[in-house]
């Protein structure tokens, strides 16, 4: 998964193996940790 925030031109690059990766709550975490980087580093 790539992230990508333009307007703080930040970028996360998440590799990683899922053994159920359709399920949409596999990816609550890394969201919510992306968000919380984009507050504080996306100044």
């Known amino acids: 998964m ?3 925030d333009p307007a ?3 970028v ?3 590799t990683a193996v ?3 990766p359709s399920e ?3 990816y609550a975490e890394l969201l919510t ?3 919380n980087v ?3 580093l996306g100044k």
């Open 12 to 14: 996360m690059v998440h």
């Open 33 to 35: 940790m992306w968000l």
């Open 38 to 40: 984009v507050a504080q």
């Open 18 to 20: 899922r053994q159920k």
């Open 8 to 10: 703080s031109k930040l």
């Open 24 to 26: 949409d709550a596999s």
């Open 2 to 4: 790539i992230l990508v």
